[in-house]
C-alpha cells in the first residue's frame, strides 16, 4: 500500500457547497497530481505541482482549484459545488515513471 | 485527449487461464506503464516499458511494446481470482503537462 491518504472516501453534498478534498503523502515526493474519473472510464489529469507554491492546470479543464503549501499535502477545492462535478477524485504522488494513487474521493453532488 | 485504449473493454476467463489486455496509443511516448484497480480503490502500478525495450516481465506479468504500431499488450499468466480488477495503460508522451495519459481500461473478471 502506497502512503498516500485522501479524505473523505464518499461525500454527498448539495448544489452551492463549498467542498474541499484532503490529499496527503509521507514519501517526500515533490510532484502530485489530481485526477479525475468517472465510472468505467479514463483518468484526465486536472491539477498537478512541482512542489511547494507550484500549482499548474492538467489536460482536462476543470472549475476546481488547488494549493500547495506543504510538501505533503495537496487539497483541491470546489468554491461552488454542482452536479457536473459528481465523479471519482484521484489524487496522485510520485513521477513519470511510478505515480502512487490514494484510494480516491467519490464526490456526488445532488 | 485519449491517448491509451485498452481492448477488450472487458474480459471475464476461468481461474488459472492466461489473460491478454491491449493497448494502442497515438503519439510517440518516452514509456508506456501498466496500472490496476481495483473497485471503488486507487491504482496501482504494476509494470513500466520503456520506448527502447520490446518485452519485460514481472513475476506472471509479460508486457510487450511495439512501437511501430503504437502498441502494448499485458499478459497475465496462471490467473488467479485476486487479479478481479480493472487494468490500465498510461503513457508518458513528454508532452507540457507532467501526469500520464491513461486509457479506459480493461475490466478483467476471473471466475473460480
Known amino acids: 500500500e502506497a502512503d498516500i491518504y485522501q479524505t473523505p472516501r464518499y461525500l454527498v453534498i448539495g448544489t452551492g457547497k463549498k467542498i474541499t478534498l484532503e490529499c496527503s503523502q509521507t514519501?517526500?515526493?515533490?510532484?502530485m497530481y489530481w485526477y479525475q474519473q468517472d465510472p468505467g472510464m479514463e483518468l484526465h489529469l486536472i491539477h498537478y505541482?512541482?512542489?511547494?507554491?507550484?500549482?499548474e492546470k492538467g489536460d482536462l479543464s476543470s472549475e476546481s482549484t488547488v494549493s500547495r503549501i506543504r510538501t505533503e499535502h495537496f487539497p483541491l477545492t470546489l468554491e461552488s459545488a454542482r452536479p457536473s462535478h459528481t465523479s471519482q477524485y484521484l489524487c496522485?504522488?510520485?513521477?513519470?515513471?511510478?505515480?502512487?494513487f490514494g484510494p480516491g474521493t467519490r464526490l456526488t453532488v445532488l | 485527449s485519449q491517448q491509451g485504449e485498452e481492448d477488450p473493454q472487458a474480459l471475464s476467463i476461468q481461474e488459472g487461464e492466461n489473460a491478454t489486455m491491449n493497448c494502442s496509443y497515438k503519439?510517440?511516448?518516452?514509456?508506456l506503464q501498466w496500472y490496476r484497480q481495483n473497485s471503488g480503490r486507487g491504482l496501482v502500478h504494476l509494470i513500466l516499458?520503456?520506448?527502447?525495450?520490446r518485452e519485460k516481465h514481472s513475476g506472471r506479468l509479460r508486457v510487450t511494446l511495439d512501437t511501430s504500431k503504437k502498441s502494448s499488450s499485458l499478459l497475465i499468466t496462471a490467473s488467479r481470482a485476486a487479479d478481479t480488477a480493472s487494468y490500465f495503460c498510461?503513457?508518458?508522451?513528454?508532452?507540457?503537462?507532467?501526469?500520464?495519459?491513461f486509457g479506459k481500461g480493461t475490466h478483467l473478471i476471473i471466475q473460480p
Open positions: 496522485a504522488s510520485g513521477g513519470k515513471d511510478t505515480q502512487y
Open positions: 514519501m517526500g515526493h515533490d510532484k
Open positions: 505541482s512541482y512542489g511547494v507554491n507550484s500549482t
Open positions: 503519439t510517440s511516448i518516452n514509456n
Open positions: 516499458i520503456r520506448s527502447n525495450e
Open positions: 498510461a503513457t508518458d508522451d513528454g508532452g507540457g503537462a507532467d501526469g500520464l495519459t
